[in-house]
Structure formats: structure tokens, C-alpha cells
């Protein structure tokens, strides 16, 4: 009659709520080729004009290949030249019709000159043969418009290594939060 256990207690994370409102998306590269002297990118790029900022959630690195690969993680105002934009990229509630179309391009590319482009690295990562590295940052990395989130991939060996990245996120107006 009486329930002395605990009392409920419900976590509805915030990409689960972006996502009931549209406004979570995500995306991979196409498969990357990454040597020792074939530096490849990808990146989350926040179009200048978007009018939206970009709450950046979580990554995979995809390494599939038997080498170790590195990654270098940069803050960038600019991107590199004659990058590709993917178009694997889809909102994750696919409920909504029409489906919500992002502000938010994912973009690669090769051969990488890291002179011609600004960029902060903020964090460097080994990712082992055969193996997928994911972080989660929840939202905690906010991109505004002109902005971007930069990933490079370098392979030990003159041979390729393959690889994927996949990211998810979220977008607001700006000036929401």
C-alpha cells in the first residue's frame, strides 16, 4: 500500500530534448586517407551567415586501418581550402516532415598547408589500429557564426590509413541562450 523506495527520478539529457525539437543533427566524412605525409581534415563549420550557434556534442574517430593515427582538435576562424562538404549528414528525429536541414556543414579534405588558415589546437589524440575513439562534450564547445571546429588526421606510414569521422550536435538562434 505505502512505497518506501526511492523516488523517480528522470534525466532527460539536452540532446535528447534538441532532438525532440529538431534541432539535433549528425554527420560523417567520407573515408579519409590519412599518411605521414597526407595530412586529411574534417571539420564542423559554422557558415558565416548561418544566424544560428552550434553546440558542439560528441565525436567519433574511425580508425580503420592496423596503423595508430593522430588527431589534432583546433578552434578556427577560417578553414582550409578545396574542402568537400559531405552529404551524410541528417537531423536525428525523423519524425519531423519536411526533416529539419542543418545550418551546420561537415567539411574534409586532404593534404592539409595549416599555414594558410587560423587555427588554436586544444587537444591532440592517438587513435589505435582497428579501433573508435568517441568524446562527449555535451554542448560545452559553442561555435558562432564564422567559426569552426577542425579535426586533422596524420598516419604513421607512407602507406593510407582509413578512417571516418562522425559528429553530432545541436543548433540555436543566436543570441537564445
Known sequence: MYSFGPPNVVDITNPFIKSLQGKYFMG??????????????????????????????????????????????????????????????????????????????????????????????????VIPGYSSLPSEKAGRWIFGPGQSLLFTLTGPMHRSAPAVLSFGWWEEPVGRY
Not at 516532415?97 to 556543414?105: A, E, G, K, L, S
Open 28 to 125: 560523417e566524412t567520407d573515408q579519409l586517407q590519412p599518411t605521414d605525409s597526407n595530412r586529411v581534415w574534417a571539420a564542423l563549420v559554422n557558415p558565416s551567415h548561418s544566424g544560428v550557434n552550434l553546440y558542439f556534442d560528441m565525436y567519433v574517430i574511425s580508425n580503420l586501418s592496423h596503423d595508430p593515427l593522430v588527431s589534432q582538435i583546433c578552434f578556427c576562424n577560417g578553414l582550409p581550402a578545396r574542402g568537400m562538404m559531405s552529404h551524410e549528414v541528417s537531423a536525428t528525429n525523423l519524425t519531423f516532415h519536411p526533416r529539419p536541414t542543418p545550418c551546420v556543414r561537415v567539411q574534409f579534405g586532404s593534404e592539409l598547408d595549416p599555414t594558410t588558415f587560423a587555427a588554436v589546437p586544444v587537444s591532440t589524440r
